[in-house]
């Protein structure tokens, strides 16, 4: 996950997440695959 | 203006906010202020061309990082302070249409991970006592915006509901040693009449007590006070198992059910406190047409009426798809 926090002009914070592909939380199916290919 | 008043009578605080009369009320679709800002098109809350998961601090906050002093001069019998706080607003989706419940399970997820980070930030600071994140869905909850979000209200102190059941554990505690969450949660699965879904790591159900007709709890198996006391396998059932009831509510009727979907999590006050981490779902519908109201009792008594049985109302939700 990744954020990056940015004031408006207004003053108000803003903070946008991202999840590239490398670093988002696996899905069951990707786990499952990570454990057979370990197996 | 905004203000904290005192209600001497209930001993809690009433925010008054007379700013919010203002906001935003059923934009057109093309206009909508929760979608990114499109290149030529008028500024939205959201600067950036595109997005993931946004929060940014409500236009229209009840409580603000930094308030204005109160409009009226406190007393001893009514009590008056700054409404300081925080509250957010967070964007599931750049999409405009669509409900969380449409997401992915990976993006609900996601959607977690923000959550936790969101209370460990706002919890943080030092004027904050409690996190509270929930979602109102549908117009019979009076959201005025369809943009799939949910909000967040950082309190300077901790609201009445969660004083009364943190009360509770801790009397529960004392009389027996064991969390009255962790008690609930292994009554209701020794009964299963009332269980919903249950997965690795959490468990759904109506409770014994519940208030409203398809009042859902979900409760994580392992005593765990806040969401990032949660491992990534936690997470990642927590996911699944909010996708399955909100896809469970959208086809009991075949229609996207409104609800309020609220998080109770550990006090950020700094003070030694015994929670346990539960979600609960309030759909405000008692059958496919009609509405369950708050009412007299409710309202004026605080005392509740179920018009329905939880046993039978979560024999149905485990009987809608997906099948528990």
Redesign the interface.
Known sequence: ?K?QT?V??DG????????PKND?????NE?RRTKNRRN | LSELRWHPLLQEWVITATHRQERTFFPPDDYCPLCPTREGGFPTEVPASDYEIVAFDNKFPSLQRKPPEPSVQGSDLYKVRPASGVCEVILYSPRHGGTLTDASEEEIEQLIYVWADRYQDLGALDYVDYVFIFENKGKEIGVTLTHPHGQIYAYPFIPPVVATELASCLEHKKNTGNCLLCDILAEEERDGRRVVAGNEHFTAFIPFYARYPYEVHILPKEHRVSLPEFSEAEKRSLAGMLKTVLSKYDNLWEFSLPYMMVLHQQPTDGKEHDYHFHIEFYPPYRTEKKLKYLAGSEAGAGAFINDTLAEEKAAELRETEPKT
């Open positions: 996950m954020k940015a408006k002009e108000r914070r803003i903070v946008y997440y991202s999840f988002a939380p696996r899905t069951k786990e």
